[in-house]
């Protein structure tokens, strides 16, 4: 049944009206044109599909768009500011992270979920929070020196 769905999308306020029951990640994708989530397995298990919900990292290809409502999402394209990548973003290109970079968006918002959280991780906790997040390249120990590397740019600040 289609309902009217309102959220804040990369600090704008957004409305939909769509089915509450789809799956967050087509919302995205097919109505609102961000196509940095990407659809992996569609079980909730790569990571390819993460986005923020509420500062959580959540896996938007089984996530119904209705539970979103009155949230804030933020997606990969809506990290950078004012032009400016964020440290996370940066790190991940000066290491090597990105490879093919179908994966990309989802661990760099994996890892900015985590940041918010924890702003200096061991390499221990980065590699446990990472760990669902699937990387056909196996770039996972670039991965790892990236998101270290962010938070040390960051020096504990705001993610």
């Given amino acids: 049944m289609e ?4 959220f804040t999308l990369n600090d704008r306020p957004v409305t939909v009206t769509t089915d509450g029951e789809r799956a967050l990640l087509w919302v995205l994708r097919t109505d609102l044109g961000l196509t940095g989530a990407k659809y992996g397995c569609g079980q909730s298990q790569c990571g390819t599909c993460t986005v923020i ?4 990292a959540i ?3 089984n996530y119904p768009v209705k539970n979103v409502a ?3 999402v933020l997606t990969i394209e809506g990290l ?6 964020h440290p996370l973003q940066k790190a991940f290109m ?3 992270a990105v490879q093919c970079g179908f994966c990309t968006p989802g661990m760099i918002l994996n890892s900015y979920s985590l940041l918010l959280k924890n702003p200096t991780p061991s390499r221990e906790q980065v590699v446990k929070s990472m760990e669902y997040n699937l990387c056909r390249c196996g770039s996972y120990s670039r991965v ?3 998101v270290l590397a962010a938070a040390a740019e960051m020096k504990g600040g705001e993610a």
């Avoid at 309902?3 to 309102?6: E, N, Y």
């Avoid at 919900?53 to 959580?56: A, C, D, K, L, Q």
Wanted: with cysteine; charged share 35%.
């Fill in 53 to 56: 919900v509420n500062n959580e």
């Fill in 80 to 85: 950078a500011l004012n032009g400016r990548l």
């Fill in 94 to 96: 000066e290491h090597g």
């Fill in 59 to 61: 896996r938007s290809c």
């Fill in 3 to 6: 309902q009217k769905i309102q």
């Fill in 70 to 72: 009155g949230k804030r």
């Fill in 144 to 146: 790892e020196r990236a």
